[in-house]
């Protein structure tokens, strides 16, 4: 960065205590799932009191974070993962909010809460930074408070984030240093699902499913052993030139870039792999 951009970095840079005190503040806050979730902002959450309550809008929930068990913090989660099922157990408020990726975009917008927060990279050479590996339903209301003078727009500046790029005309999944209102940095590492090794049953499954999928087929992968199972075998089949538009890019998804497998010539975003957001191995 030039020394201009340097000085811009540390202006807006912050630690956890100057955090938690402009948290202290703020009513609602929305975050991303998993591997875009800003665990160090969700770590600065500070006890709250019934005059100052706060709703947190997130998901898969990475940890079992302090704010979980105070009762005047509203928890509500699009995806109920292990730490949301077991707070539940427990007798803790969280809720559950059903909805797609779009839906909760949709929402974050229309419901603007006074914080987003997002994991995105260090900036480059010009100060901008992406939004990495998950882009859903968090980096166009980050976009939007950026814009606001009364939202407060949080960057998680990750070094372990890799850089991933986005369809230009939807902003090319970055933000540019300027539009950052506060930033802290963490290095703690990505959120990463392990591989599942398929059970004979899983295999027996993607093996029917595979021979359904013909060459020039768009794809859409999930999670698990099926979907595991699937793009090992999509990978070693004569057939390809298939089309990649996911919610979720996974080592399957992986293993047919590296087998030659995508072209995706499909009608749209034609020559890119399309996806909400990235979980897998460390690898992937």
Aim: aromatic share 8%; glycine share 10%.
């Amino acid at each position: 960065m030039t020394p201009a951009l340097q000085a811009l970095y540390e202006a807006k840079r912050t630690d956890r205590a100057a955090l938690a005190r402009r948290l202290g503040e703020v009513d609602a806050l929305a975050t991303g799932f998993a591997t875009g979730q800003a665990r160090a902002v969700l770590r600065a959450i500070g006890s709250r009191d019934a005059a100052h309550r706060l709703t947190i809008y997130a998901g898969l929930f990475a940890e079992p974070y302090d704010f979980l068990r105070d009762p005047h913090v509203r928890a509500v989660s699009g995806f109920f993962g292990p730490i949301e099922r077991m707070a539940r157990a427990a007798g803790l408020a969280v809720e559950f909010l059903p909805a797609d990726f779009t839906g909760l975009e949709r929402l974050t917008y229309e419901l603007r809460p006074r914080a987003i927060a997002a994991v995105v990279t260090p900036p480059d050479a010009e100060g901008f930074c992406s939004f990495g590996v998950h882009a859903g339903a968090t980096a166009g209301p980050f976009l939007q408070a950026t814009a606001d003078p009364a939202r407060l727009a949080i960057a998680e500046v990750n070094p372990r984030m890799p850089w991933v790029d986005g369809v230009a005309e939807l902003g090319g999944n970055r933000v540019h240093l300027s539009q950052i209102n506060v930033l802290i940095e963490d290095d703690t590492p990505l959120v990463t699902v392990p591989y599942v090794e398929p059970s004979a049953a899983e295999r027996a499954i993607a093996e029917h499913v595979s021979e359904l999928v013909e060459s020039g087929a768009t794809l859409q992968f999930g999670i698990g052993g099926i979907p595991n199972a699937l793009g090992e075998l999509l990978a070693a089949s004569p057939r390809g030139e298939y089309g990649i538009h996911t919610e979720m890019f996974t080592d399957g998804i992986m293993r047919l870039h590296e087998a030659g497998k995508i072209t995706n010539r499909k009608g749209i975003c034609d020559g890119l792999s399309i996806a909400t957001f990235a979980a897998g191995t460390p690898e992937l």
